[in-house]
């Protein structure tokens, strides 16, 4: 029986080593220093060992989970440098993984990069067969699709000149056609939608949907937000080499888009899902920083204030006594991680007027990084007055919450709590 | 499609320390071998007009030129049984293929840095190549040397039939030596400069321009420590009858082969381990 799951990928991790950067100073770059460099060198023997380990090292990737179902089409964004292409190299068996371990069951193509393996001096002919078989498919196969692909590329005229008298728009066209004839149970996909003029890429977005519409599994790592949308009903988000979104694509695209936090500061007067008696209502919610000020990126154990704007339907004529607001922070699979009650520290949030401002102040955000819910309630006089579920999308980024460098992982749960451990030995 | 190259589960893990040698894989990927086998040789004919010309001309010349030094110098090179063009010509193809395809494998990694980052295939294709393909300019080269022994009347016997074991034999060498020098490549550039140099002065501590009678006696023990002096003579032994097959040379350079290749292989595949990421 088929495995419902097309990759598995469980505490994945790559560490890439960046080398000893400061081997020659500036100014040793004159003639002189270059005649001396032989020499130089020399003096380095001793310091250089195989495996260095004063190396600097980055992690590209730290502690990705997730499962992938035969199916789905799954978008992967984020900023230069989250570890998008590492990860798909990784999938693609390209470069090993440092720790952790993925699984994949089905074929998998991977198109990493478009025109891999096309040589110069052969003609565009050869160069489909030679591309073909590096992508697995032996010769039968490929002469069943030949003319499929030189009719896609639409460079058939000059599939007898050598590719080196292509134009490089006409390269990719051909090299993109044999990819996208390949007929693998996975798709993994790095950027390489962007290839030829505007008629072409709108022939490779319908190729690929075509595709993907043929129940295969797609992986997508895009900057177009547009294709991801349009292709992918799942979106998984890396920043800093970890997973901080894996959900619904339109709604991870657009908490993308927002882009700085400060701006995010939802008109929450307008939403309508909301319950309670609607006496007073929430107008907005802002993550501002220990000084007050909006917060453009929250970290983990980072000290915040959540400040609630309100309104008053009609001014009260007796100010309320008993006020009690709450918040409460879920994940974004809707589990709830805690709540912060006003309650139960008896904070006086009476006297309400036309407008005002409950602020709760965490000293330590006590999240790993991720996405989350942040849920607001408000009780008047044992009423229910107003409630907003997911009222504000906290986007949570990597810090050194116990300065060691060192979060939990995951399957520990989002919380990071203060503790120390001791160990008193007896004989 | 019947094609079913990843049609199973794949578990990728980092590398552990375990080295082992996948040829299950390398049969699946057979067809991507051949195909890479038959580009590397288009690509070395490809430019050429004069194609099989080029492969016969450098063997062809270095034997005009000793055949023309031997006369004139009156120098002895001490071969019997045979004459000394065949002695040389056949020395030199030999030498020429294992010399060409060792550097190219040594290189080979170097070669298809820019494949292995975007298709994934056993790594082990990459010396493979060269040194399978390199036999099809070997084969050519090979040509005059048919000619020749034709000519002279000089036929092989029922040892023909052991060519191909010593063939085999100076494939897994350079596939030893070659994977080993891969690797060490990986570290610094200066393995390369050196099996160069190890491969150029080769040629004149090997049994291909003269024959090892000329060696001292006593000398003799170290000169055949080199494996490409059992190939040198069991290879034209098996081309001529009258020329004596080397037993132990011969068993010695099969017994460093393997050693070699062992040896290769597992380092090439831990410095693969290591440097996947620096290609
Ligand atoms: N071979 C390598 N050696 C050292 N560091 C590397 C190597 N490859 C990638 N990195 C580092 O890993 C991190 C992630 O790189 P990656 O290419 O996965 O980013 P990306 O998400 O694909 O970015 P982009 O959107 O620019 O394509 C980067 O900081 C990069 O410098
Ligand atoms: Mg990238």
């Not at chain 1, 519409?213 to 998984?236: E, L, N, P």
């Not at chain 1, 929250?298 to 009690?324: F, H, M, S, W």
């Not at chain 2, 006369?71 to 004459?83: F, P, Q």
Request: net charge positive; with cysteine.
């Amino acid at each position: 029986m088929k495995n419902e799951t097309a990759i598995e990928v469980q505490g994945l991790s790559k560490k890439y080593s960046i080398g000893t950067i400061k081997k020659y100073k500036k100014k040793e770059i004159g003639i002189l220093d270059n005649l001396l460099l032989p020499f130089r060198m020399l003096r380095n023997i001793g310091e250089t060992s195989f495996f260095n380990k004063n190396d600097d090292f980055i992690w590209a990737l730290k502690d990705i989970n997730f499962k992938i179902n035969h199916g789905e089409k799954v978008g992967i964004i984020g900023k230069n440098g989250a570890g998008k292409s590492t990860l798909l190299k990784i999938l693609s068996r390209l470069v090993y993984p440092t720790e952790g371990k993925a699984t994949i069951r089905g074929r998998v193509t991977s198109l990493l990069e478009v025109g891999t393996g096309f040589n110069n001096n052969f003609t565009g002919r050869e160069n489909v067969y030679l591309n073909a078989t590096l992508y697995g498919l032996e010769r039968a196969e490929i002469d069943s699709i030949f003319d499929d692909i030189v009719e896609f590329s639409g460079v058939g005229k000059f599939l007898d000149t050598k590719i080196k008298y292509y134009s490089s728009g006409m390269r990719m066209r051909l090299a993109f056609s044999v990819a996208a004839h390949l007929d693998p149970d996975i798709l993994l996909l790095d950027e390489v939608l962007a290839v030829g003029d505007i008629a072409f890429q709108q022939k490779c977005l319908e190729r690929v949907e075509g595709l993907a519409s043929g129940g295969r599994t797609i992986v997508f790592v895009s900057h177009s937000m547009s294709a991801i949308v349009k292709f992918c009903d799942r979106v998984i988000w890396l920043q800093d080499g970890k997973v901080i979104y894996d959900g619904e694509a339109t709604e991870a695209v657009k908490l993308y888009q927002d882009g700085p936090l400060s701006e995010k500061e939802l008109d929450l007067a307008s939403r309508s899902d909301r319950k309670g008696t609607g006496l007073v209502r929430y107008t907005k919610v802002s993550i501002l920083d220990e000084n007050m000020n909006l917060c453009e990126n929250v970290r983990t154990g980072q000290c915040i204030n959540i400040a609630l704007d309100y309104r008053a339907e009609e001014p009260y004529a007796e100010p309320p006594r008993d006020v009690k607001a709450c918040i409460i922070i879920e994940d974004n699979k809707q589990n709830r991680l805690f709540g912060l009650p006003s309650e139960i520290l008896i904070a006086d949030l009476s006297n309400i007027k036309s407008t005002g401002r409950f602020i709760c102040k965490l000293n330590s955000l006590p999240v790993i990084p991720g996405v989350y819910d942040i849920t607001i309630s408000l009780l008047i006089d044992r009423q229910l007055v107003d409630k907003v579920v997911s009222a504000y999308k906290l986007v949570v980024l990597e810090d050194d919450y116990y300065g060691t460098g060192l979060l939990p992982k995951h399957t520990m749960g989002r919380v990071c709590v203060d503790f120390d451990w001791l160990h008193e030995s007896r004989n | 499609m019947s094609n079913n190259i990843h049609d199973k589960e794949i578990v990728i893990e980092p590398p552990s320390g375990l080295v082992h040698l996948n040829l299950r894989e390398l049969y699946e990927f057979r067809h991507m071998l051949w195909s890479m086998i038959w580009k590397s040789i288009r690509i070395q004919f490809s430019e050429l007009y004069l194609k099989f010309f080029w492969t016969f001309a450098r063997p062809l010349a270095m034997l005009g030129v000793f055949i023309f030094i031997k006369n004139y110098s009156g120098a002895n090179m001490h071969v019997s049984n045979i004459s000394y063009s065949l002695y040389l010509y056949s020395g030199l193809i030999i030498w020429f293929y294992f010399v060409e395809s060792t550097n190219a494998t040594a290189k080979s990694v170097e070669k298809d840095a820019a494949l292995m980052k975007k298709i994934y295939f056993p790594r082990l294709i990459s010396p493979l190549v060269p040194l399978v393909s390199n036999l099809y300019s070997f084969g050519i080269s090979a040509i005059p040397l048919v000619v020749m022994i034709i000519w002279q009347g000089t036929y092989p016997g029922w040892k023909l039939l052991l060519l191909p074991l010593v063939i085999l034999q100076c494939m897994i060498l350079i596939l030893g030596t070659g994977t080993m020098f891969a690797s060490f490549s990986l570290f610094s550039k200066d393995a390369e400069r050196f099996l160069k140099l190890v491969l150029y002065l080769g040629l004149f501590v090997s049994p291909v321009i003269y024959s090892p009678d000329k060696i001292h006696a006593k000398s003799q023990l170290v000169y055949f420590l080199n494996p490409m002096a059992g190939t040198l003579l069991a290879f034209r032994s098996c081309l001529f009858n009258d020329f004596p097959f080397p037993f132990w040379q011969w068993m010695y350079s099969l017994a460093f082969s393997l050693v070699f290749i062992i040896a290769g292989i597992r380092m090439y595949r831990r410095a693969d381990m290591h440097f996947a990421d620096k290609l």
